[in-house]
T-cell receptor
Framework: AQSVAQPEDQVNVAEGNPLTVKCTYSVSGNPYLFWYVQYPNRGLQFLLK??????LVKGSYGFEAEFNKSQTSFHLKKPSALVSDSALYFCAVRDGGATNKLIFGTGTLLAVQP | EPEVTQTPSHQVTQMGQEVILRCVPI?????FYWYRQILGQKVEFLVS????????KSEIFDDQFSVERPDGSNFTLKIRSTKLEDSAMYFC??????????????FGPGTRLTVT
């Protein structure tokens, strides 16, 4: 069965500092991994994906994520946080070509202090 | 930039009533989905739809639920007889096919359904 874990309910970081939002996953086949961001009263906005290829993927707004197969992780990173990055971040996984169903983590609230 | 839209943004209904939630997916997308998020819980998959039929559904998607693409632009979710536990935010999503595979899904802003 597919599953996603986001171990931190909230991450606090000062503006200008690097940020990491953690995600680990479990699938039986090849993982397709995604990060989404949700701002208040808005839908889920796609940030980036890993399907295959380079383990470091770059996405919108300066975010990137590193796929680590041995640790079954897909952590979201940004070198320098902005106050406007404050939002709820969701990691999601699907089992490669076997299904289109996304399994979401519980979400991590990122709070960037000025 | 094209977006998925959903109406209404908030729907209040009485238990036992039928509701229809509406979505307009991105125009060149061929795969459509419904998810829901009960307050304080995870976003959960309900159903996916391709080529005018359900391609996959979860155990949540029982006989009370149905989906339809009534015309070339709308995608609807119907709940026949709402229960209190159907209260949730319902998200519609769509994705395009690239070489026969659907990758990222683009989500609408959601419809908050409150069943009283």
């Amino acid at each position: 069965a597919q599953s996603v874990a986001q171990p931190e309910d909230q991450v606090n970081v000062a503006e200008g500092n690097p940020l990491t939002v953690k995600c680990t996953y479990s699938v039986s086949g090849n993982p397709y991994l995604f990060w989404y961001v949700q701002y208040p009263n808005r839908g889920l906005q796609f940030l980036l994906k890993y399907i295959t290829g380079d383990n470091l993927v770059k996405g919108s707004y300066g975010f990137e994520a590193e796929f680590n197969k041995s640790q079954t992780s897909f952590h979201l990173k940004k070198p320098s946080a902005l106050v406007s990055d404050s939002a709820l971040y969701f990691c999601a996984v699907r089992d490669g070509g076997a299904t289109n169903k996304l399994i979401f983590g519980t979400g991590t609230l990122l709070a960037v202090q000025p | 930039e094209p977006e998925v839209t959903q109406t209404p943004s908030h729907q209040v209904t009485q238990m036992g009533q039928e509701v229809i939630l509406r979505c307009v997916p991105i125009s060149n997308h061929l795969y459509f989905y419904w998810y829901r998020q009960i307050l304080g819980q995870k976003v959960e998959f309900l159903v996916s739809f391709y080529n005018n039929e359900i391609s996959e559904k979860s155990e949540i998607f029982d006989d009370q639920f149905s989906v339809e693409r009534p015309d070339g632009s709308n995608f609807t979710l119907k709940i026949r007889s709402t229960k209190l536990e159907d209260s949730a935010m319902y998200f519609c999503a769509s994705s395009e096919l690239i070489s026969g595979t659907a990758y990222e899904q683009y989500f609408g802003p959601g419809t908050r359904l409150t069943v009283t």
